[in-house]
């Protein structure tokens, strides 16, 4: 009984590192996956200003609260109307996302993602040059695909600033 024990100690040993490898793996492509969906979901706003592409990366039933926090936007028509005004009235001249926090959590299907945003831009010709801030976004995993289904995004305050 001991010679089997010693020769499958080692073979089940084994096993469970290649499948602890394995599951890091899978997270990593996972997480890989919803930072390219966040990714390319700035970029069809931002950069392309192709709401039909951004809309793609959007859960149906989203839930945003951002600029200027007066109120709560759900859904996605009401999240395509307000990138719809912002595009009538901004020109983005550039864009960065930095120090992206990611966790994958419900088997796989849920994602929590944090990350420090910049952009420089214009609003009905008033040039804002350096706008910071901090999103956070949950996706859910639907047929494969990774769709932001919250997005709050909160700007970087100076204390003599205040809050809006």
């Known amino acids: 009984m001991k010679t089997i024990l010693l020769l499958f100690l080692p073979l089940l040993m084994i096993i469970t590192t290649c499948s602890t490898n394995d599951d890091a793996t899978d997270m990593e492509k996972s997480k890989e996956e919803v930072w390219q969906t966040v990714l390319a979901h700035n970029k069809a706003w931002a950069e392309l200003e192709n709401l039909d592409e951004q809309m793609k990366y959007v859960h149906k039933d989203i839930v945003f609260v951002g600029p200027p926090y007066k109120n709560t936007i759900s859904g996605i028509d009401a ?27 419900n088997n796989g299907k849920t994602a929590i993602v944090t990350y420090n945003g910049e952009m420089s831009f214009e609003y009905d010709n008033q040039s804002v040059p350096e706008w910071k801030g901090r999103d956070v976004m949950v996706l859910v995993k639907e047929n494969d695909k990774w769709l932001i289904a919250m997005d709050m995004y909160a700007k970087h305050v100076d204390a003599e600033e205040g809050v809006d």
Request: no cysteine; hydrophobic share 35%.
């Open 79 to 105: 999240y395509r109307k307000n990138y719809e005004e912002w595009i009538d009235h901004a020109t983005v001249h550039s864009t960065k996302e930095s120090a992206p926090e990611i966790i994958i959590l």
